[in-house]
C-alpha cells in the first residue's frame, strides 16, 4: 500500500532505493505502472518478489528508461525474471548482481537477450558463472566497469574475451579468481584505458604477469593497482611498477610474502601516495625508505617486525614519520605489536598534518597514551586486544 502510494503521487520518480525492504510483486508492478521516468532501482537484498513483479515488463511501459538496476542477494530470481527484465529495459546500462550464489549462466544469457546497451556490471560472489557467461557478456557490450570476485571457474578464455570486446574497459575488479593466471594479464595489458585493476588474491599471478601489465598500453592510465596476495609476486614486480606505471596512486601490496626491505626501496621517486604494506616481511629498515616517498596514507597493519627503532631513528624513518612530514595525512600500524608508548610520543609531532591514526590490536601501546593522540586527529581507532583474535575476526567479516 505505501509503495502503492508513494509511486501514484511521484509519477516523476527518478531514483528508487527499496533496498532490504519487504516489497512484492504488487509493489514492483505499482512502480512500473506509475514510474514512467524512473532511472535507478534498487531491490538488493528483498526476497519477497518473484519473477511475475517483472512479468509486467512484457506489457508496461514503466521502464522503459530504466539505466541502473540492482538485484544483489535476490536469489529468488530465475532465467525468466531477468528474461523479463531484458524485454521490459533496453535502457539498461548499470546492473549489480552481486551476492548470487544461485546465479548461472542462462540467468546471464537471458538478461543480455535484449540488453545491447551495458557499459557496468558488478558480480561479485556468483560463484557459479562459467566462461560461457563472461563470453556472452562480452559479446552483447562494450563495458567501461566489471567486477567479479570470489569465483574459480572463469579462466583465460573470459579474459581474452571480455578484453578483445571491450577495449574502452577502465575498472577492472577480479579478486579472488584462482583461474587468472599471467595469460590472462597478458590481455588485460592490452587495454588502453584502463584506470583501476585489482587482482587481490589471484595466487597464479607471478612477477611474468606483472611484466606484461607493465609493459602494456594503460602504463599511463592506471592509477589504482591492488595486487593483495599474489604470493608468487617478489622484488622485481615493484620495480617494474615503480618505474612503468608514471601515474600510479594506490598501490596495495598487502600480504605478499615474498616482498623484502629493497621493495619499499624500489618505491623511491614514484608518484605513489598511498600505500599498504599490511602483513608484509617489512623491517625497521625498509621503513626508513619511505622518507623518499611522497604518501599521504600508509597502511602498516600486521608489520610486526617493525619496532619503535623505525619509526623514531633519526637516520631513518623519522626523517620521514616524525620529522612534520607535509605529505602524511592517514597513518594504519594495526597489528604492529612492537610499537611501543614511546613510538606515539614521536608521532604527536605530525598531528597536525596526520589526521588519520589506526593502531587496533596494538597489544604494547597503553591506552593513556594512546588517548593523548585522540584530540590531535579526526579520525582515531584505538584497541590493545590480542592481534590473531582481531584480525581473524577482520577476515571472518
Same mark, same amino acid.
Given at each position: 500500500?505505501m509503495?502503492?502510494?508513494?509511486?501514484?503521487?511521484?509519477?516523476?520518480?527518478?531514483?528508487?532505493?527499496?533496498?532490504?525492504?519487504?516489497?512484492?510483486?504488487?509493489?514492483?508492478?505499482?512502480?512500473?505502472?506509475n514510474?514512467?521516468?524512473?532511472?535507478?532501482?534498487?531491490?538488493?537484498?528483498?526476497?519477497?518478489f518473484?519473477?511475475?513483479?517483472?512479468?509486467?515488463?512484457?506489457?508496461e511501459?514503466?521502464a522503459?528508461?530504466?539505466?541502473?538496476?540492482?538485484?544483489?542477494?535476490?536469489?529468488?530470481?530465475?532465467?525468466?525474471?531477468?528474461?523479463?527484465?531484458?524485454?521490459?529495459?533496453?535502457?539498461?546500462?548499470?546492473?549489480?548482481?552481486?551476492d548470487?550464489?544461485?546465479?548461472?549462466?542462462?540467468?546471464?544469457?537471458?538478461?543480455?537477450?535484449?540488453c545491447?546497451?551495458?557499459?557496468?556490471?558488478?558480480?561479485?560472489?556468483?560463484?557459479n558463472?562459467?566462461?560461457?557467461?563472461?563470453?556472452?557478456?562480452?559479446?552483447?557490450?562494450n563495458?567501461?566497469?566489471f567486477?567479479?570476485?570470489?569465483?574459480?571457474q572463469?579462466?583465460?578464455?573470459?579474459?581474452?574475451?571480455?578484453?578483445?570486446?571491450?577495449?574502452?574497459?577502465?575498472?577492472?575488479?577480479?579478486?579472488?579468481?584462482?583461474?587468472?593466471t599471467?595469460?590472462?594479464?597478458?590481455?588485460?595489458?592490452?587495454?588502453?584505458?584502463?584506470?583501476?585493476?585489482?587482482?587481490?588474491?589471484?595466487?597464479?599471478?607471478?612477477?611474468?604477469?606483472?611484466?606484461?601489465?607493465?609493459?602494456?598500453?594503460?602504463t599511463?592510465? *592506471?592509477?589504482? #593497482?591492488?595486487? /593483495?596476495? %599474489?604470493? &608468487?609476486? $617478489? @622484488?622485481? +614486480?615493484?620495480r617494474?611498477?615503480? =618505474?612503468?606505471?608514471?601515474?600510479?596512486?594506490?598501490?596495495?601490496?598487502?600480504y605478499?610474502?615474498?616482498?623484502?626491505?629493497?621493495?619499499?626501496?624500489?618505491?623511491?621517486?614514484?608518484?605513489?601516495?598511498?600505500?599498504?604494506?599490511?602483513g608484509?616481511?617489512?623491517?625497521?629498515?625498509?621503513?626508513?625508505?619511505?622518507?623518499?616517498?611522497?604518501?599521504k596514507?600508509?597502511?602498516?597493519?600486521?608489520?610486526?617486525?617493525?619496532?619503535?627503532?623505525?619509526?623514531?631513528?633519526?637516520d631513518?624513518?623519522?626523517?620521514?614519520?616524525?620529522s612534520?612530514?607535509?605529505? *602524511?595525512?592517514? #597513518?594504519?600500524? /594495526?597489528? %604492529?605489536? &612492537?610499537? $611501543? @608508548?614511546? +613510538?606515539?610520543?614521536?608521532?604527536? =609531532?605530525?598531528?597536525?598534518?596526520?589526521t588519520?591514526?589506526?593502531?587496533?590490536?596494538?597489544?604494547?601501546?597503553?591506552?593513556?597514551?594512546?588517548?593523548?593522540?585522540?584530540?590531535?586527529?579526526?579520525?582515531?581507532?584505538?584497541?590493545?586486544?590480542?592481534?590473531?583474535?582481531?584480525?581473524?575476526?577482520?577476515?571472518?567479516q
Amino acid at each position: 500500500m505505501m509503495i502503492q502510494r508513494i509511486t501514484e503521487g511521484c509519477p516523476c520518480l527518478l531514483y528508487l532505493n527499496l533496498s532490504s525492504t519487504l516489497v512484492t510483486d504488487h509493489s514492483l508492478k505499482a512502480i512500473f505502472r506509475n514510474c514512467l521516468s524512473l532511472q535507478y532501482l534498487s531491490l538488493a537484498h528483498c526476497r519477497r518478489f518473484t519473477d511475475e513483479g517483472f512479468l509486467c515488463l512484457t506489457t508496461e511501459k514503466g521502464a522503459r528508461n530504466l539505466t541502473h538496476l540492482n538485484l544483489s542477494e535476490c536469489s529468488q530470481m530465475t532465467a525468466n525474471g531477468f528474461r523479463y527484465i531484458s524485454a521490459g529495459c533496453p535502457s539498461l546500462t548499470e546492473v549489480v548482481i552481486n551476492d548470487m550464489p544461485t546465479l548461472s549462466d542462462s540467468c546471464v544469457l537471458a538478461l543480455l537477450t535484449s540488453c545491447y546497451c551495458l557499459s557496468s556490471v558488478s558480480l561479485l560472489w556468483c560463484p557459479n558463472l562459467s566462461d560461457v557467461a563472461i563470453k556472452g557478456i562480452a559479446k552483447a557490450s562494450n563495458l567501461k566497469f566489471f567486477s567479479i570476485e570470489g569465483n574459480n571457474q572463469i579462466t583465460d578464455v573470459s579474459w581474452q574475451a571480455l578484453c578483445s570486446h571491450s577495449q574502452g574497459l577502465c575498472r577492472l575488479q577480479a579478486a579472488d579468481c584462482p583461474g587468472m593466471t599471467d595469460d590472462s594479464l597478458r590481455y588485460v595489458a592490452s587495454l588502453k584505458s584502463l584506470k583501476y585493476l585489482d587482482i587481490s588474491l589471484c595466487s597464479r599471478v607471478s612477477d611474468a604477469g606483472i611484466k606484461c601489465l607493465t609493459d602494456g598500453s594503460s602504463t599511463d592510465e *592506471l592509477h589504482h #593497482l591492488s595486487i /593483495s596476495r %599474489c604470493c &608468487l609476486v $617478489t @622484488d622485481n +614486480s615493484v620495480r617494474r611498477i615503480a =618505474r612503468r606505471l608514471r601515474k600510479l596512486y594506490h598501490l596495495n601490496l598487502s600480504y605478499c610474502e615474498r616482498l623484502t626491505d629493497p621493495a619499499v626501496e624500489l618505491l623511491s621517486g614514484s608518484s605513489i601516495c598511498s600505500l599498504d604494506l599490511s602483513g608484509c616481511n617489512i623491517q625497521d629498515q625498509g621503513l626508513a625508505a619511505l622518507q623518499r616517498i611522497h604518501l599521504k596514507k600508509i597502511v602498516l597493519a600486521e608489520c610486526v617486525n617493525i619496532t619503535d627503532t623505525g619509526m623514531e631513528m633519526s637516520d631513518m624513518a623519522v626523517l620521514y614519520l616524525t620529522s612534520g612530514s607535509q605529505y *602524511l595525512r592517514e #597513518l594504519d600500524m /594495526s597489528g %604492529c605489536t &612492537l610499537l $611501543t @608508548d614511546r +613510538s606515539l610520543r614521536h608521532l604527536k =609531532r605530525i598531528c597536525p598534518p596526520l589526521t588519520s591514526i589506526r593502531m587496533t590490536c596494538c597489544s604494547s601501546i597503553s591506552w593513556a597514551a594512546a588517548i593523548k593522540l585522540q584530540a590531535r586527529v579526526s579520525h582515531w581507532e584505538y584497541s590493545n586486544f590480542n592481534p590473531s583474535s582481531c584480525f581473524d575476526c577482520s577476515a571472518n567479516q
